[in-house]
């Protein structure tokens, strides 16, 4: 028996929906030559096999929301030589992170007969808030050619091309017309990361911001526009609290003119 | 020499007709999604024909015209530069072998291209971008294989849009260089169009489709209709002393002013004809044998394009702005001997904060902190 040297990945689940990773299985072709590159060690999404650690790279999809998570993610850190995040869910605390500006037991009040089987965090939070994260992959979902190029990176030892600049560019690269300025729909392209291709002006709709703050985000700017074009605090505040409602400055921005917050 | 001639409406029909039987593949301006862009076009037929458009700061909207004018819009969102110097670009890939490894040129010939309606202010962002990506020290072979036999039909202003100020920039309304043919679009009493003719590509194109010699009387009616252009300028600027008035003023406090509202988002650039600004991405493939050496338009509002050893030089807003505005309209003058803005508004209109290049202007010259500006 040979011993296998290829590099050995795992991906990991936390409080997520699985769609991050069901990108890395959406690689349909590029899936082979994958395999042929790393020893896909731990992937129950994809396979019951499951070889033991330590691992090369570890992808982490979904957010910490339980006291078991929390341990969880420590033995995972532990183990593994390079820790990738993947999507929103990790990297901001996922669409769940909107209970972290509620009260987490009146809501288990009304939704679980038995709130008192559910041993649950305050708070929904990003993997980086807990353990040294090496790379955060933004995105609700990650998009697969960013995923491919961020373990290729770390395959090949060098820095993973992902920009952190707006949507704009992406936009403007595709020769999408803007909504804003065209046709007065709001649009959250200008503070959010790049990452997408712009599919959604690309489809004449408005950017909802899934990769999160690009990393100059004038979010009180563009609020302020939103105002002045006569929508309200609430829907302000609706707008920047989706995906990436725990990543700053989304978080507070939101919060800033969400009427329910006021005083 | 005879120099300015008439067609109908079927005589440039024909002419782009010809045009297109030369092998070459016609730009022009078409409406999609609520704007009127460049793209691919087949003939006549795909023209905006009684469309106009209707732009301020931030805000663009198309308008219906009852004169069935083909060319009766201003600036586009999109600038003719994704065609000579495209958005992304494969440079070369390099493939691993035994002996090291080897590098394959990815430049494909460039399609053969005809641009259809080009503005006098585009035609001077053309030679502000040959000045500066063929005619320095470096010089890009990519731009170079795509401007080499491009053939140009220029459209002459009739009317000036809210945010335009290429009067201001001397560079329009009336091109009168840069040019194969271009045509002045006349509505009264009919329909046509006066030619003038710019080089001997355009003269030879002219001779393959009924046209007539122009009279006076049109030739005047042409420059009549760039004048109204003129004195319907949106926008204006004052460009005296424009380089020492920014240089002195690196301090002025309207740089963090306008910095509240700037985005960062970096669609001025984007849209901006004269801007060249690219960044280099390397990929591999996964088993590490290809590498891939990409290029695609940058901007310096990202932070990342003043990342170099250390850290980030321009880390805020108001650094990049600055940095922008200056380039324009001083830093260009000492390194191509030309002002980089010619007055095509786009970076007013689609900036979607609405931030207005003339007004900055205006108000860093109005509040000049000691003197930059002024006579010597
Ligand atoms: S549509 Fe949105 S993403 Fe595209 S340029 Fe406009 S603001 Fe930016
Ligand atoms: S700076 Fe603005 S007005 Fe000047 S050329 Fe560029 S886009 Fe046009
Ligand atoms: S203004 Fe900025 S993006 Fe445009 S050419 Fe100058 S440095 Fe490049
Ligand atoms: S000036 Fe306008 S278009 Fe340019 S980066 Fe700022 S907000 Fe964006």
Not at chain 1, 196 to 213: D, L, M, Q, S, V
Request: charged share 25%; hydrophobic share 40%.
């Amino acid at each position: 028996m040979t011993l296998d040297r290829r590099p050995r990945l795992a991906v990991w689940k936390f409080a997520s929906c699985d769609g991050c990773q069901l990108s890395l299985l959406d690689c349909e072709d590029e899936l082979l030559a994958v395999a042929d590159a790393i020893e896909i060690a731990h992937f129950p999404e994809a396979s019951r096999r499951s070889v033991e650690g330590p691992y090369d790279l570890s992808l982490v999809e979904g957010s910490i929301t339980t006291p078991r998570d929390l341990e969880r993610i420590r033995e995972i850190r532990g183990i593994s030589r390079t820790l990738v995040t993947i999507g929103a869910c990790a990297t901001a605390g996922g669409i769940q992170a909107l209970r972290n500006y509620a009260d987490i037991k009146e809501y288990m009040s009304i939704v679980y007969a038995h709130p008192e089987y559910i041993d649950v965090l305050a708070r929904a939070t990003p993997i980086a808030d807990h353990v040294p994260v090496d790379f955060e992959l933004r995105g609700c979902p990650v998009n697969k050619q960013q995923l491919l190029e961020v373990v290729n990176a770390f395959l090949n030892g060098r820095p993973p091309a992902i920009p952190n600049y707006s949507v704009c560019l992406e936009c403007k690269r595709r020769a999408a017309v803007c909504v804003m300025v065209a046709h007065g729909t709001p649009c959250l392209g200008p503070v959010t990361q790049a990452g997408c291709g712009a599919i959604c002006p690309g489809f004449t709709r408005g950017c909802y911001g899934c990769f999160g703050p690009q990393d100059t985000p004038n979010t009180e700017s563009l609020a302020q526009a939103w105002l002045r074009a006569g929508k309200s605090g609430a829907e302000v505040a609706r707008v920047f609290h989706t995906f990436n409602c725990g990543a700053e400055p989304f978080a507070s921005t939101g919060k800033r003119h969400d009427p329910n917050h006021q005083g | 020499m005879e120099n300015r001639f008439l067609i109908t409406l079927e005589g440039l029909g024909a002419l782009l007709a010809e045009l297109k039987g030369m092998g070459r593949t016609l730009i022009g301006p078409v409406v999609r999604d609520g704007a009127i862009v460049y793209d691919e076009i087949t003939g006549l037929r795909d023209l905006p024909a009684g469309w106009g458009d209707v732009q301020e700061a931030g805000r663009y909207r198309l308008e219906k015209r009852d004169d069935g004018a083909l060319f009766a819009y201003n600036s586009s969102p999109m600038a003719w530069k994704r065609f000579l110097h495209p958005p992304a670009l494969t440079l070369w890939k390099a493939r691993r072998r035994d002996d090291g490894f080897r590098i394959e040129s990815e430049a494909q010939a460039p399609p053969l291209h005809a641009f259809i309606g080009v503005r006098a202010c585009d035609l001077r962002a053309i030679a502000i971008q040959d000045r500066v990506l063929m005619e320095d020290r470096f010089r890009d072979p990519h731009y170079a294989a795509r401007r080499r036999d491009v053939f140009i039909l220029a459209a002459q202003c009739a009317q000036a849009g809210n945010t335009c100020f290429c009067a201001s920039m001397d560079s329009g309304p009336r091109a009168t260089q840069g040019f194969d043919l271009a045509l002045t679009e006349l509505l009264h009493p009919e329909h046509r169009f006066l030619l003038e003719v710019g080089s001997e590509a355009g003269g030879r194109l002219l001779s393959r489709v009924p046209h007539q010699v122009a009279g006076e009387a049109d030739w005047a009616a042409a420059l009549q209709a760039t004048e109204n252009a003129r004195a319907q300028m949106g926008r204006h600027v004052d460009t005296r002393n424009i380089k020492t008035l920014l240089y002195g003023n690196a301090e002025h406090p309207r740089w963090e002013e306008t910095a509240q509202r700037c985005l960062a988002c970096a669609n001025c650039t984007m849209v901006c004809p004269t801007c060249f600004c690219t960044a280099i991405e390397d990929h591999t493939d996964l088993e590490g044998s290809e590498a891939r050496r990409v290029r695609h338009w940058d901007s310096c509002f990202t932070s990342q394009f003043s990342h170099i050893h250390g850290g980030v030089v321009r880390a805020g807003i108001a650094s990049r702005y600055r940095q922008w505005l200056t380039h324009k309209l001083a830093s260009w003058q000492d390194q191509f001997g030309t002002l980089g803005c010619v007055g095509c508004g786009r970076c007013i209109s689609w900036c979607p904060e609405g931030i207005d290049i003339t007004e900055e202007l205006a108000v860093i010259r109005a509040q000049d902190q000691n003197g930059a500006g002024e006579d010597a």
